[in-house]
């Protein structure tokens, strides 16, 4: 099974500054990586996948990089919205998983 | 626009059975790949099975294979998850899911099933 690593798991920013999440496997996702934001009482929102395409209505400020074991999601201008929890996902191997979560809440 | 309802959830002992459903709308339910995962309380997501557009092609996650079944009814635009012999752990919410793309790109919001008695 292919382990999922985030960190950090909580990060406290204010709106406005720029939200750095990472992601590392435990082996080469070949890009079958994507990114998922939670919020209660919601499902998950696809934000990103294939590691840097941006998902329909997403908007700009999100973006994802990385390649082969090592990912990151960056959150540009964090508007008051965006405080959510943050998981990446693979779908590489199955059983497809998902790291811990990051939550992104306010300072 | 596309909505999935799930319904289904509830209090169930423990070696109980609870079938969920999941309602879709907005999209061609038959042409796409459809999925269950689950959030147990305080934990991440975890993916539970996935099913393609005619049921050939279905996988279950070790912990649910034999006892969860996943299924779809293409005429009535839904997916179900058939859950027997609950256990505990199996309590969390429950999140139905389309593949719009390569990816699961809409979910439900949930549904609680609680194993308890």
């Known amino acids: 099974e292919v382990v999922l690593t985030q960190s950090p798991a909580t990060l406290s920013l204010s709106p406005g500054e720029r939200a750095t999440l990472s992601c590392r496997a435990s082996?080469?996702?070949?890009?079958?990586l994507a990114w998922y934001q939670h919020k209660p009482g919601q499902g998950p929102r696809l934000l990103v996948f294939?590691?840097?395409n941006r998902a329909t209505g997403i908007p700009a400020r999100f973006s994802g990089s990385g390649s082969e074991t090592d990912f990151t999601l960056t959150i540009t201008s964090l508007e008051p919205e965006d405080f959510a929890v943050y998981y990446c996902?693979?779908?590489?191997?199955?059983?497809?998983?998902f790291g811990q979560g990051t939550k992104v809440e306010i300072k | 626009e596309v909505q999935l309802v799930e319904s289904g959830g509830n209090l169930v002992q423990p070696g109980g059975s609870l079938r969920l459903s999941c309602a879709a709308s907005?999209?061609?339910?038959?042409?796409?790949?459809m999925s269950w995962v689950r959030q147990a309380p305080g934990r991440g997501l975890e993916w539970v099975a996935k099913?393609?557009?005619?049921?050939?092609?279905?996988t279950y996650v070790d912990s649910v294979e034999g006892r969860f079944t996943i299924s779809r009814d293409n005429a009535k635009n839904s997916v179900y998850l058939q859950m027997n012999s609950l256990r505990a752990e199996d309590t969390a919410v429950y999140y139905c899911?389309?593949?719009?793309?390569?990816?699961?790109?809409?979910w439900g919001q949930g549904t609680l099933v609680t194993v308890s008695s």
């Open positions: 899911g389309v593949a719009i793309g390569d990816y699961f790109s809409s």
């Open positions: 907005g999209f061609t339910f038959s042409s796409f790949w």
């Open positions: 099913m393609n557009q005619d049921g050939s092609h279905i």
């Open positions: 082996q080469s996702l070949s890009g079958y």
């Open positions: 294939g590691v840097s």
């Open positions: 996902h693979q779908r590489f191997n199955w059983p497809w998983t």
